[in-house]
């Protein structure tokens, strides 16, 4: 069983909508977690960073951190094509240098 | 450069031979990370550089994988008699900790080079 399970999609959203992307993970240890962005052909981007449980709000994102269910969510509002990527969540144990543990992304398309 | 510079971009050889990829981290970051992406899957730890030491290669998937760091800088990957299932794109990364915080390690990634192996 991986670590970190995402549920890689495509998922199909028109303009506007709300999105809501999860993972859930088995390693009580994860404190720091991270989602990312990928556009094709390209690197993954830091769009969010949270530690702790709790939500955290960026503009029309929202992360959430639920430690007692080892869920984790980023939910978008006002969906863009432009957001059309996929998403991957990571996380960590410790902050400092080390490696990320990343789920498997998810796709999403929002169309016009 | 601006970013994690990586080269090639896209690389295709014939099973059996050895291939090198580079990577360039953003100027002034000692941290460097190599990860593997394959078709459908998340990132997949590789290797991990502080400086030019390599304190963590529990991701390294064989013998036939191993990589270097020179001057804290530039980073190559070397991929020995490749095989079929070696074919993804190998990303890399660099990060350095944010002035009074401690914590966080935000890392940035290159574009990637996408190996195909015939």
């Known amino acids: 069983q991986k670590e970190v399970e995402q549920d890689p999609g495509p998922l199909s959203v028109p303009e506007g909508a709300i999105v809501s992307l999860n993972c859930t993970y088995s390693?009580?240890?994860?404190?720091?977690f991270m989602w990312y962005r990928q556009y094709s052909r390209k690197g993954p981007e830091l769009l969010m960073y949270?530690?702790?449980?709790g939500n955290k709000e960026d503009g029309r994102f929202t992360a959430q951190v639920d430690k007692s269910s080892k869920y984790i969510s980023l939910f978008i509002r006002d969906s863009q094509p432009s957001d059309s990527a996929t998403y991957l969540c990571?996380?960590?144990?410790?902050?400092?240098?080390?490696?990320?543990?990343f789920g498997a992304g998810t796709r999403l398309a929002v169309h016009p | 450069g601006a970013g994690v510079s990586q080269s090639p971009s896209n690389k295709v050889t014939e099973k059996g031979k050895d291939v090198e990829l580079r990577c360039d981290p953003i100027?002034?970051?000692?941290?460097l990370y190599w990860y593997r992406q394959s078709l459908g899957q998340g990132l997949e730890f590789l290797i991990y550089?502080?400086?030019?030491?390599?304190?963590?290669k529990s991701g390294l998937p064989s013998d036939r994988f191993s990589a270097e760091r020179t001057g804290g800088s530039v980073s190559t990957l070397t991929i020995q008699r490749t095989q079929q299932e070696d074919s993804a794109v190998y990303l890399c990364?660099?990060?350095?900790?944010?002035?009074?915080?401690?914590?966080?390690?935000?890392?940035?990634f290159g574009a990637g080079t996408r190996l195909s192996v015939l």
């Open positions: 990364a660099s990060s350095s900790r944010l002035a009074g915080d401690l914590a966080k390690n935000i890392q940035y």
């Open positions: 390693n009580s240890a994860f404190q720091y």
């Open positions: 949270t530690y702790s449980s």
């Open positions: 990571a996380m960590t144990k410790w902050g400092g240098y080390n490696k990320l543990i």
């Open positions: 100027s002034g970051h000692t941290a």
């Open positions: 550089f502080q400086g030019n030491s390599a304190p963590d």
